[in-house]
């Protein structure tokens, strides 16, 4: 219950109308700038009005001001569980007391910890509780349980909620609903993905929307459920509440009735996925949960989706609890108005009373919830009657008799006690066995009859010691549970590849794992690990250890060290090490240092002793500083060393002997003044310098195929304004580098004056060039050289002039040159598949038309007067102007037939775009802010558009 209304919250907050508003009311009620005393604050409203989307975003917004934070979804259908107030209490006890959430050991009364809280200034939010009773079960009837400046957010129904709460402390804000406006700008983003209505739908807009109760979940709805339909479809729907308000003689349509309209107006198949997830799977992960229908429903589960649930940011089904009570409303209808197969949501039931029901063959999701004292046997017989059974839940249940042959369309089966005669059947559908929590389990069955086993859930199988063999079999198992299965380590001694990837709960590495002597490797990316145990050492055999994204994790073992004759690679990217213990210098075939992100301040001062290195990453180590040990030098088989946005403050002269060095990457080590000779072999180059004083001589390298010189980032060159800095600005601004980088050449150059530069390299494939120094820029290339060049990133306010570009470009980007007028003719191009020109000064694109293989061009905040010869772009797939002040019209576009995504925006010149009726490919179609944004044809077009994306 914990993701379904809260995160169902979230992807709506940023289109609420007005919630802003709303939440400035909240928070000045909840006087955060009161610290001696709790505050309660009760949100009230009827349902579906954006009570817990207004909780959730005033909860995101002030949640960093407290010591701890906690977040109760669904309190009142939580409480319908006998146990329901210990589960809420135990999950504020996690949160506030930061202690494993999912850990099943874990149980506490909240008495125990009071003494804790008053200690602490928390935020915690009970969202939808109706009785006074449970609310003061749950925090206190006197708030007095936490510490001063705590507050406290309650949602519900009940305008009373906090009437015997002492006035002083408690607020109430009451939730009302959208006004006229606000409704019809929450409708259009939701069917139309603008803020207004389409050229066609203002009026049926306007009638649907008039006649809702204008609470923000049904007009969520209706407006997702209209998105990409007809105007026929729509006319049908103005209709259907039409009808609903002749019925029952009201003047608007509510929130339950339209949630009704929607449903009934699904297909069969849609209306079989949105029973599953109302009434079974709302907040279970979208991946398994797939596996609830077979593939031909897939398409019309996108459809369901979009207006009745959601997949969450944990890639959950969402679904509002409104939707949620009308998919058991329909369930609990004896008779349906659509002949859809019967299902079937059963609780506390006698095996007996199954086989009584009449229609059982029909039925194809059966689940059974019976508490810790109910008694249920099962027969075979029991389900020879239910073929079609895809979806199987039964707890504290038992069985006898010979089950083969009994469940052919299973598909996904959850039991929480060992049923060994089911387990040991052949399954050959079955995609999903869920075994959480069955306490007897000590091996795993046979899983030879699972084929197609996707997902195996093993959770809470505290007596579980061994996997059975035929596990390996499985070959479409992706994602398989063991988490708390402490006892699950002796089978393991033959275990060679131990992979946690994400495994939060994994705190602690205990010392035996160094009883897995055959493994050779141990991935535990993501983890909460803290510490790794001496003992690792012993892991004679391990050849990759990877660390990655353990964010708690401050150092190594000096133990490391005893691998040296097994550790190949070693990543500690993303921890919090901030040294690397002495003995890494006898791990003398590592080949792979991986350390990007860390916190690591120092290179190890014998590093020259790893003399097998191949690899070494520390890009974005921001403390790493100081200089690069001279010892480097021994490094021979060092192909790449990757240095980016570091602290980096120089490089040994002694580099240049390092002989297989390929790729050398320096990009934002800002503390660089001078590079010294680089080793010849380099074929990639990246350097950036706010500090560069001097660049070495590159004539020599002449296996460069990538190269990147930047002395500033080139985000810094865009003027703060759309509007391009004048050029004395310009050249005002950069004059301090003129005189700073007086010895900057570039390959094989040959310096023509102060400014001016060559470049020379055949085999260069990719060159961007951001010096501030440059103001001419030429390709020289020798009668045999056969340029390979591609791509070409130019930037930098001074540069004025560029020779005629190479005929092999395939990318040209252009960004920020404020004083580059004029290019060379681009006609020989033949082979330029993407051009962007941003924030340049270029009036004129001198030979478009000889683009013929060009697919994209995008221009924004450039002079461009004109693109004469655009029109015979037939290649063209993407065409995307912006601010373009100067460009007043545009060649007939009639011909651009595979044109797919076409944009002008804030483009104030342009009052005509013709040929938009003849461009019978366009997918994505934006025209803004510009005077052509009105025409007819423009409408006309952008209807034509969401017709054909409706038909895909």
């Given at each position: 219950m914990e993701t379904s209304d809260r995160n169902y919250a979230i992807a709506a907050v940023q289109n609420i109308v007005g919630i802003d508003d709303r939440i400035k009311h909240?928070?000045?009620?909840?006087?955060?700038?009161?610290?001696?005393?709790?505050?309660?604050?009760?949100?009230?409203?009827?349902?579906?009005?954006?009570?817990?989307?207004?909780?959730?975003?005033?909860?995101?917004?002030?949640?960093?001001?407290?010591?701890?934070?906690?977040?109760?979804?669904?309190?009142?259908?939580?409480?319908?569980?006998?146990?329901?107030?210990?589960?809420?209490?135990?999950?504020?006890?996690?949160?506030?007391?930061?202690?494993?959430?999912?850990?099943?050991?874990?149980?506490?009364?909240?008495?125990?910890?009071?003494?804790?809280?008053?200690?602490?200034?928390?935020?915690?939010?009970?969202?939808?509780?109706?009785?006074?009773?449970?609310?003061?079960?749950?925090?206190?009837?006197?708030?007095?349980?936490?510490?001063?400046?705590?507050?406290?957010?309650?949602?519900?129904?009940?305008?009373?909620?906090?009437?015997?709460?002492?006035?002083?402390?408690?607020?109430?804000?009451?939730?009302?609903?959208?006004?006229?406006?606000?409704?019809?700008?929450?409708?259009?983003?939701?069917?139309?993905?603008?803020q207004s209505s389409v050229h066609g739908y203002d009026e049926l807009a306007n009638h649907i929307v008039n006649a809702t109760v204008k609470l923000p979940l049904a007009v969520e709805v209706i407006g997702s459920f209209l998105r990409g339909k007809s105007v026929e479809e729509w006319k049908k729907m103005e209709e259907l509440m039409k009808q609903s308000l002749t019925s029952s003689q009201k003047t608007m349509v509510g929130c339950q009735e339209i949630l009704d309209i929607c449903y009934k107006a699904l297909d069969p198949k849609q209306k079989h996925i949105f029973l599953d997830i109302a009434c079974f799977i709302s907040g279970v992960d979208a991946q398994i949960a797939s596996y609830m229908w077979p593939n031909p429903y897939l398409p019309s589960f996108d459809c369901i989706l979009m207006p009745l649930a959601k997949i969450g940011e944990n890639n959950e089904l969402q679904m509002h609890r409104l939707l949620r009570c009308l998919g058991e409303k329909v369930l609990d209808q004896e008779e349906s108005e659509d002949p859809i197969p019967r299902k079937f949501y059963m609780r506390d039931m006698v095996s007996n009373a199954v086989s009584r029901e009449e229609g059982m063959e029909n039925v194809e999701a059966l689940c059974f919830d019976l508490d810790d004292h109910a008694s249920c046997t099962f027969t075979a017989g029991d389900f020879e009657s239910m073929p079609c059974i895809r979806f199987l839940k039964l707890d504290n249940a038992k069985v006898s008799g010979d089950f083969a042959g009994a469940f052919p369309s299973l598909r996904h089966l959850r039991i929480d006690t060992v049923w060994v005669s089911v387990l040991a059947l052949q399954m050959e559908k079955l995609k999903i066995l869920n075994l959480t929590g069955c306490s007897d389990l000590m091996i795993t069955p046979d899983f030879s009859g699972y084929k197609d086993l996707e997902i195996l859930i093993l959770e809470s199988c505290p007596r579980l010691v061994k996997l059975d063999s035929s596990i390996g079999h499985l070959k479409r198992l992706v994602s398989l549970n063991l988490k708390f299965c402490s006892q699950l380590n002796s089978y393991l001694k033959q275990l060679q590849i131990l992979i946690a990837f994400n495994c939060f709960p994994l705190v602690r590495l205990p010392g035996s794992i160094s009883y897995l002597t055959a493994l050779s490797i141990l991935s535990l990316d993501g983890a909460k690990i803290t510490e790794l145990p001496s003992s690792l050492g012993e892991m004679l055999n391990l050849k990759r250890l990877s660390l990655r994204d353990c964010s708690y994790m401050q150092e190594l073992p000096d133990s490391i060290g005893r691998m040296g004759s097994s550790l190949e690679e070693l990543d500690i990217s993303a921890t919090s090490i901030s040294k690397l213990p002495n003995s890494i210098r006898y791990l003398q075939n590592l080949r792979v240092l991986r350390m990007d992100s860390s916190f690591v301040r120092a290179f190890p001062g014998e590093i020259g002793n790893l003399t097998m290195l191949e690899e070494l990453h520390a890009s974005l180590c921001r403390s790493l500083k100081g200089a690069i040990p001279s010892d480097i030098k021994r490094l021979h088989h060092l192909r790449s060393l990757t240095l980016g946005h570091s602290g980096i403050s120089?490089?040994?002269?002694?580099?240049?002997?390092?002989?297989?060095?390929?790729?050398?990457?320096?990009?934002?080590?800002?503390?660089?003044?001078?590079?010294?000779?680089?080793?010849?072999?380099?074929?990639?180059?990246?350097?950036?310098?706010?500090?560069?004083?001097?660049?070495?001589?590159?004539?020599?390298?002449?296996?460069?195929?990538?190269?990147?010189?930047?002395?500033?980032?080139?985000?810094?060159?865009?003027?703060?304004?759309?509007?391009?800095?004048?050029?004395?600005?310009?050249?005002?601004?950069?004059?301090?580098?003129?005189?700073?980088?007086?010895?900057?050449?570039?390959?094989?150059?040959?310096?023509?004056?102060?400014?001016?530069?060559?470049?020379?390299?055949?085999?260069?494939?990719?060159?961007?060039?951001?010096?501030?120094?440059?103001?001419?820029?030429?390709?020289?290339?020798?009668?045999t050289d056969v340029p390979q060049l591609k791509k070409l990133t130019l930037s930098g306010l001074s540069l004025e002039k560029v020779s005629e570009l190479p005929k092999t470009l395939s990318v040209l980007s252009i960004?920020?040159?404020?004083?580059?007028?004029?290019?060379?003719?681009?006609?020989?191009?033949?082979?330029?598949?993407?051009?962007?020109?941003?924030?340049?000064?270029?009036?004129?694109?001198?030979?478009?038309?000889?683009?013929?293989?060009?697919?994209?061009?995008?221009?924004?905040?450039?002079?461009?007067?004109?693109?004469?010869?655009?029109?015979?772009?037939?290649?063209?797939?993407?065409?995307?102007?912006?601010?373009?002040?100067?460009?007043?019209?545009?060649?007939?576009?009639?011909?651009?037939?595979?044109?797919?995504?076409?944009?002008?925006?804030?483009?104030?010149?342009?009052?005509?775009?013709?040929?938009?009726?003849?461009?019978?490919?366009?997918?994505?179609?934006?025209?803004?802010?510009?005077?052509?944004?009105?025409?007819?044809?423009?409408?006309?077009a952008l209807k034509h558009v969401m017709a054909r994306s409706r038909v895909t």
């Open positions: 909240v928070t000045d009620l909840l006087e955060m700038e009161v610290n001696d005393e709790v505050r309660i604050i009760g949100i009230y409203g009827t349902d579906g009005i954006g009570k817990t989307t207004l909780a959730k975003a005033v909860y995101d917004q002030i949640s960093s001001c407290f010591d701890r934070c906690c977040f109760l979804a669904e309190v009142e259908e939580t409480t319908r569980n006998p146990h329901g107030i210990q589960i809420l209490h135990n999950k504020m006890i996690r949160d506030i007391l930061e202690r494993d959430r999912e850990d099943p050991s874990f149980d506490g009364r909240i008495e125990i910890f009071l003494h804790v809280f008053r200690e602490m200034k928390v935020l915690i939010v009970v969202d939808d509780v109706q009785k006074q009773s449970h609310l003061h079960a749950i925090v206190g009837d006197q708030i007095h349980w936490f510490g001063l400046g705590s507050r406290i957010i309650v949602t519900s129904k009940n305008s009373e909620i906090l009437k015997e709460y002492d006035l002083g402390k408690a607020r109430t804000y009451m939730v009302r609903q959208l006004e006229n406006g606000q409704a019809f700008e929450l409708f259009c983003k939701y069917a139309f993905r603008m120089s490089l040994p002269s002694e580099i240049c002997r390092v002989s297989s060095l390929h790729t050398l990457d320096l990009l934002q080590c800002n503390e660089i003044e001078v590079l010294p000779e680089l080793p010849p072999s380099l074929i990639c180059l990246r350097v950036s310098s706010k500090r560069m004083k001097a660049i070495a001589l590159l004539k020599d390298l002449k296996e460069l195929e990538e190269l990147c010189l930047r002395d500033e980032d080139p985000k810094e060159h865009r003027s703060p304004s759309k509007q391009l800095m004048p050029e004395s600005k310009g050249r005002q601004l950069f004059a301090t580098w003129f005189s700073r980088l007086r010895n900057v050449e570039l390959l094989q150059t040959t310096r023509i004056d102060q400014q001016s530069f060559s470049i020379s390299s055949p085999k260069l494939r990719k060159l961007e060039l951001c010096l501030s120094q440059i103001m001419n820029l030429h390709f020289v290339y020798e009668p960004r920020g040159c404020s004083s580059l007028k004029r290019l060379p003719t681009v006609q020989g191009l033949t082979n330029m598949s993407v051009f962007e020109l941003y924030h340049s000064a270029i009036e004129e694109i001198e030979g478009l038309e000889g683009l013929k293989a060009l697919k994209r061009l995008d221009i924004s905040n450039c002079r461009i007067q004109n693109l004469n010869g655009i029109d015979q772009l037939t290649s063209l797939r993407s065409l995307i102007l912006s601010n373009c002040d100067y460009l007043d019209n545009l060649p007939d576009l009639s011909n651009l037939m595979l044109l797919k995504i076409l944009e002008i925006r804030q483009c104030k010149m342009i009052h005509q775009i013709e040929g938009l009726e003849d461009l019978a490919s366009l997918e994505e179609l934006n025209i803004s802010e510009c005077p052509a944004e009105y025409l007819v044809e423009v409408q006309n």
